[in-house]
């Protein structure tokens, strides 16, 4: 949902112009719009589209568990002080709760996209998933990314209409390459012996819709919710029984209940990002393609 905020005159998001102008399209302004964002995946959306004419403030610090976020009384200052906060209703509760004392405009970048049912699991499971009835993980679809990025340009250019050709301009290079990126991983996917993909957490619902994947998760949406000693067992025969070379494990979580599985199944662990957080090295689509080569190697793809 984009939700816009009591102005009080069209320009309290406008940027000032500065220089002198000229016949050729607009240079971005040197004074930056300030805006605050959820997690590294919409930083990244923002960065690259808003450029040298946006500050994005990132609500999640480096190597923080983004589903366990709490803001500090600076960060709420941040987010009430920023002229627009973007993020991802549904995954960072703490983040969902300070929305209501932004100043600027409030950009829900999940609203309109077509959401995926959370998973429902049993009691025998040992994990509740707190997230609502819908799945978060949205940006693990370079599809889904597309279209926010519609959102994300849209948003700052009414926000600057100064830089709306540099806006534009960044958003079709950015579009460009997520198009690629799809056709990529739609080629790379398209002949895997092994359909379901076992992670740790069930992040990568959007992405295995989209490649013809199945997943089945250690645990929930919520990385935290512990599996039970049943689940563990009966995901163990799944993975030995199915054929299952591949159990997933991501930066931020434990390996050592997917290293039990995959031990005990006679399988291999390899590590699959949820880019929750900013990867190690690169960014998006570093990791996003580096993603591709562990699952056509663990699914076997051809």
Same mark, same amino acid.
């Given at each position: 949902?984009?939700?816009? %905020?009591?102005?009080?005159?069209?320009?309290?998001? %406008? *940027?000032?112009?500065?220089?002198?102008?000229?016949?050729?399209?607009?240079?971005?302004?040197?004074?930056?719009?300030?805006?605050?964002?959820?997690?590294?995946?919409?930083?990244?959306? !923002?960065?690259?589209?808003?450029?040298?004419? !946006?500050?994005?403030? =990132?609500? &999640?610090?480096?190597?923080?568990?983004?589903?366990?976020?709490?803001? &500090?009384?600076?960060?709420?200052?941040?987010?009430?002080?920023?002229?627009?906060?973007?993020?991802?209703?549904?995954?960072?509760?703490?983040?969902?709760?300070?929305?209501?004392?932004?100043?600027?405009?409030?950009?829900?970048?999940?609203?309109?996209?077509?959401?995926?049912?959370?998973?429902?699991?049993?009691?025998?499971?040992?994990?509740?998933?707190?997230?609502?009835?819908?799945?978060?993980?949205?940006?693990? =679809?370079?599809?889904?990314?597309?279209?926010?990025?519609?959102?994300?340009?849209?948003? *700052?250019? &009414?926000?600057?209409?100064? =830089?709306?050709?540099?806006?534009?301009?960044?958003?079709?290079?950015?579009?460009?390459?997520?198009?690629?990126?799809?056709?990529?991983?739609?080629?790379?996917?398209?002949?895997?012996?092994?359909?379901?993909?076992?992670?740790?957490?069930?992040?990568?619902?959007?992405?295995?819709?989209?490649?013809?994947?199945?997943?089945?998760?250690?645990?929930?949406?919520?990385?935290? =919710?512990?599996?039970?000693?049943?689940?563990?067992?009966?995901?163990?025969?799944?993975?030995?029984?199915?054929?299952?070379?591949?159990?997933?494990?991501?930066?931020?979580?434990?390996?050592?209940?997917?290293?039990?599985?995959?031990?005990?199944?006679?399988?291999?662990?390899?590590?699959?990002?949820? *880019?929750?957080?900013?990867?190690?090295?690169g960014d998006y689509f570093t990791a996003m393609k580096a993603n591709l080569e562990t699952v056509s190697a663990g699914q076997s793809?051809?």
């Amino acid at each position: 949902m984009i939700r816009f %905020a009591a102005l009080a005159a069209a320009g309290t998001l %406008a *940027l000032a112009a500065c220089g002198t102008s000229s016949d050729s399209a607009p240079e971005p302004s040197a004074s930056s719009l300030t805006v605050a964002v959820s997690h590294y995946p919409v930083q990244f959306l !923002v960065e690259r589209i808003g450029g040298d004419a !946006v500050d994005a403030v =990132n609500l &999640t610090t480096p190597g923080t568990e983004p589903h366990d976020v709490e803001l &500090t009384p600076q960060q709420v200052a941040e987010v009430q002080d920023a002229s627009a906060v973007f993020y991802i209703s549904g995954f960072q509760p703490a983040i969902d709760d300070a929305i209501g004392e932004a100043g600027g405009t409030t950009v829900d970048l999940a609203q309109g996209l077509p959401l995926r049912d959370a998973e429902t699991h049993s009691e025998d499971g040992g994990h509740a998933d707190d997230h609502g009835s819908t799945d978060p993980h949205v940006w693990l =679809n370079p599809v889904l990314m597309q279209q926010m990025a519609d959102t994300v340009t849209e948003t *700052l250019s &009414t926000a600057s209409p100064e =830089n709306r050709q540099t806006f534009e301009a960044n958003a079709a290079q950015l579009q460009s390459e997520l198009e690629a990126l799809n056709t990529e991983w739609s080629q790379g996917t398209a002949n895997c012996a092994i359909k379901t993909m076992v992670v740790s957490h069930e992040a990568f619902g959007y992405l295995a819709d989209q490649y013809g994947f199945d997943q089945r998760g250690i645990s929930g949406l919520s990385p935290e =919710n512990e599996p039970s000693a049943a689940a563990i067992a009966e995901l163990t025969n799944f993975v030995r029984d199915n054929g299952v070379t591949t159990v997933y494990t991501e930066e931020l979580v434990d390996p050592a209940v997917a290293q039990t599985i995959a031990a005990e199944a006679g399988a291999q662990t390899a590590l699959l990002s949820t *880019l929750e957080t900013q990867p190690a090295d690169g960014d998006y689509f570093t990791a996003m393609k580096a993603n591709l080569e562990t699952v056509s190697a663990g699914q076997s793809c051809s």
